[in-house]
């Protein structure tokens, strides 16, 4: 049983309004990750943190930010959320190394009407 | 660029019919190859891997081997269930500098009794 956490399952939200993703994980993992899923079921990559102090941007261009103060914890904000901003984000974890699991959250499904 | 190729869905089987979904990949070096599942509503998880050319994982009746001479990654099962529909996920990951996993688009298995 992966021990990823997010927060909240499902957000119905109005335009302008900040949000903030939350995703924690208690595995003690270096490297974070923060997908978006569209209804095709395709993952987009778009931010990622190697460790504490360290986020990158991913494949993706977001308008989101990240942050990683503490191992655990890796949150997700858009500052004034849009329509187009409704879709699936999916946090993930693992440790470094090419062989190891990279575990997943079971997603935010988030609504910008 | 490193890449992966899986085949389009849907893919609809009545129960207990063979599953082939096929997954190649482009790739420097030598990756570990994954499969994940996603059932509906819910976060991925991993279904197997193989971590090096010969290698075949298996898990809950799923096996894929890692074909380095066709540069695939198969995914089988010999007799589906309506529980196995979700959608299918094939991923690599490759050592280096940026160390994330590469994901397919994703093939939709809808398995009918």
């Not at chain 1, 049983?1 to 993992?29: F, N, W």
């Not at chain 1, 923060?34 to 395709?42: A, F, L």
């Not at chain 2, 280096?96 to 298995?109: E, R, V």
Request: hydrophobic fraction near 30%; charge should be negative.
């Amino acid at each position: 049983e992966a021990d990823i956490y997010q927060t909240p399952r499902y957000l119905v939200i109005g335009t302008g309004k900040k949000i903030t993703l939350e995703c924690s994980q208690t595995m003690g993992h270096d490297k974070m990750y923060w997908y978006q899923q569209d209804p095709g079921m395709e993952l987009h990559l778009i931010h990622y943190s190697y460790g504490v102090n360290s986020t990158e941007k991913g494949d993706l261009s977001s308008e989101s930010t990240v942050s990683r103060i503490r191992t655990e914890h890796f949150p997700l904000t858009l500052e004034s959320a849009r329509p187009s901003h409704t879709s699936q984000y999916l946090c993930a974890s693992r440790q470094g190394g090419s062989y190891n699991e990279q575990f997943f959250g079971p997603g935010t499904r988030l609504t910008v009407l | 660029g490193n890449s992966v190729t899986q085949m389009e869905g849907p893919v609809t089987l009545s129960e207990e019919a063979f599953l082939t979904i096929n997954c190649t990949y482009t790739a420097t070096g030598y990756p570990s190859l994954f499969w994940y599942v996603q059932y509906p509503g819910e976060g991925l998880q991993l279904l197997l891997k193989a971590t090096k050319a010969d290698d075949k994982g298996s898990n809950k009746g799923f096996e894929a081997t890692y074909r380095k001479e066709t540069t695939s990654f198969h995914l089988e099962k010999g007799s589906v269930q309506v529980s196995d529909s979700a959608v299918y996920f094939c991923a690599l990951i490759y050592g280096g500098a940026t160390n994330k996993l590469i994901f397919g688009t994703g093939t939709l298995l809808a398995v009918q009794p």
